[in-house]
């Protein structure tokens, strides 16, 4: 069950979210120490204003000088205990300073949300402070948003290539499944021709009339394969068809190769009528396909009951059996080909019933409900659109 779980698409989500966890930890780790080294370079500005200041030595000025404008990205407010600004700032837009008063104090709110004002004391008693509020410089910005563009970019392509590879594979297995039906029907349809000759020459002698009746429905049964065949392999024509008969003729079909310990019940919910877009032929194999395999999942005793009802604009059909059940994880899976836990199934009928719902009926198939050791619903769910 492990291994079932973990396929090769968890992996890859594990590595992916791996990928995407230690990039953001990165850059978190990064911008952090980006984050002490601007609060170090704001604290040397605010110093250095204070020695400059304090002091007409011109080597005093030119070195204070040259430490606040070698910080030429990251934008600094001076302001006094109050917060009121004192008029001294760098790396802020001018004009807009200019053609709005209440700008400078507008920028230290938004300052103080992104970091705690450097305080630097002027006067120790009584104590004086200024305050140096700052924003984030450019480095630091393009640190913390460069990594999410760089994820976004890389989801996107993972998303494309994901979905370009889905439908390349999928238009492939599309082929595959069309060529073998229609070579099926073709390799089929040439000895049925040649059977229903031999047994129009066999019918001349009245003493085969019981063989000939038990081998007009075998031929029958084998042009229905074939022409079953055929229309999987190409688009089929839809008519439209009351599910009354059509079901019950498929049910009485399965029930009379059923064993009598199972139960076989039809609820049409008082209707009698239930029309549907539908390729008989096609619809039929889905309903057989899921009786067969309710059939298969009741181990001696059990009911099967088919039932349908119609809304406004859909029609349900409920196939329920009273066998095994499948295990959630399961629900999904039990419709890609080749999953089967027979030991003489192909794992075929659901992903063939799936393909014939959705691809040519337009309609949804899937697990309703099921209960290990209480059994299963699948539903089939179409258009209404003749009722
Ligand atoms: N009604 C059900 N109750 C319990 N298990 C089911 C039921 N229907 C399907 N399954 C499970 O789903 C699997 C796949 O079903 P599917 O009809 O696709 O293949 P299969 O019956 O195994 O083989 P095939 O139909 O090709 O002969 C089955 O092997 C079975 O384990
Ligand atoms: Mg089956």
Redesign the pocket.
């Known amino acids: 069950m492990f291994q079932q779980i973990f396929n090769w698409r968890t992996a890859i989500s594990v590595i992916a979210i791996g990928i995407v966890s230690s990039t953001i930890f990165y850059s978190i780790y990064v911008s952090n120490k980006i984050a002490k080294e601007e609060r170090a370079r704001v604290t040397a500005f605010g110093e250095a204003l204070k020695i400059k200041s304090g002091s007409n030595d011109p080597h005093v000025l030119a070195f204070t000088n040259q430490i606040a404008l070698e910080n030429d990205d990251i934008p600094i407010i001076e302001t006094n205990e109050k917060n009121i600004p004192t008029g001294v700032f760098i790396n802020l837009d001018t004009v807009l300073i200019q053609s709005d008063a209440s700008y400078l104090q507008k920028m230290v709110q938004k300052f103080s949300s992104l970091h705690d004002p450097v305080q630097v004391e002027i006067v120790s008693h009584p104590l004086t402070v200024n305050k140096y509020f700052y924003g984030e410089s450019k480095l630091q910005n393009e640190v913390r948003f460069y990594p999410i563009i760089q994820l976004i970019i890389v989801a996107f392509f993972i998303f494309i290539t994901f979905f370009a590879l889905r439908s390349n594979y999928r238009s492939l297995q599309n082929q595959v499944w069309a060529g073998m039906a229609k070579e099926t029907a073709h390799q089929l349809g040439t000895p049925v021709t040649s059977l229903e000759g031999w047994i129009e020459i066999l019918s001349q002698n009245d003493d085969n009339e019981k063989i000939v009746e038990e081998l007009k429905k075998d031929v029958n049964r084998l042009r229905l394969v074939s022409d079953r065949f055929g229309k999987i392999g190409s688009s089929p024509k839809l008519e439209i068809k009351n599910l009354i008969p059509q079901i019950s003729a498929v049910v009485d079909y399965m029930k009379r190769r059923a064993p009598e310990k199972i139960q076989f019940t039809c609820e049409w919910f008082g209707e009698n009528k239930i029309n549907a877009n539908i390729s008989a032929t096609l619809f039929d194999w889905v309903i057989e396909?899921?009786l067969?395999?309710?059939l298969?999942?009741i181990e001696a005793k059990g009911n099967i009951t088919l039932a349908m009802q119609k809304t406004t604009h859909s029609i349900f059909i409920d196939?329920t059996?009273t066998?095994?059940?499948?295990e959630r994880y399961?629900f999904d899976k039990?419709?890609k080909?080749g999953?089967?836990?027979?030991k003489?199934?192909?794992?075929?009928?659901?992903?063939?019933?799936r393909r014939i719902i959705e691809q040519s009926h337009n309609g949804k198939i899937f697990i309703k409900h099921?209960e290990l050791g209480k059994?299963?619903t699948?539903r089939i769910v179409l258009k209404n659109e003749n009722n």
């Open positions: 396909n899921l067969k395999n309710s298969d999942a196939v059996d066998g095994k059940g499948i399961q039990v419709f080909p999953f089967t836990t027979k003489r199934g192909w794992g075929l009928g659901l992903s063939l019933s099921s059994g299963t699948f």
